[in-house]
């Protein structure tokens, strides 16, 4: 009950959404819109986690954004989150509102929430753009020109 919900993104939110939240988490919700870089960076070092039911990505950049600054991160279980993300996040099933609210039940717990933040910023090294390009370019230079 002490949390709020920031929404980030997206355009403005229909009715049914704020009937929705209004009728489940009344006056504890936030819509931010859309932020500048700095602002996000902010909003990634203060909230109590990142949510991030996303049903398709091609990477997961916010994610791995979320988990530089520290913050543990509830993802959900599909395309390509767990070759990326491994055991760096909770998972939860978009299709199932149980599984999301178990997700956000177990983060509360402070021995987790504190291991969950320990991998997620293990895991965020292991992306970078300086070892993108050095890999970009040793598969290049191996590359047959022929």
């Known amino acids: 009950p002490s949390l709020v919900l920031s929404i980030v993104g997206g355009g403005q939110l229909t009715s049914d959404e704020i009937a929705l939240l ?33 049903l398709y990505e091609g990477f997961g950049i916010p994610p791995l954004e979320a988990q530089k600054c520290g ?50 910023e293990e895991n965020e090294k292991k992306y970078n753009w300086d070892l993108s390009a050095n890999c970009l370019m040793k598969n290049f230079n191996n590359f047959d020109k022929s």
């Open 71 to 120: 913050t543990p991160v509830i993802l959900s279980n599909l395309s390509c989150f767990p070759e990326i993300f491994g055991q760096s996040v909770l998972y939860c099933d978009v299709d199932n509102i149980n599984s999301l609210v178990k997700q956000m039940n177990l983060i509360l717990e402070k021995e987790l929430r504190d291991n969950i933040k320990k991998l997620g």
């Open 22 to 54: 209004e009728s489940k988490i009344p006056g504890r919700y936030r819509h931010l819109g859309r932020v500048t870089d700095e602002e996000l960076n902010g909003i990634y070092n203060r909230v109590f986690c990142l949510l991030y039911p996303s």
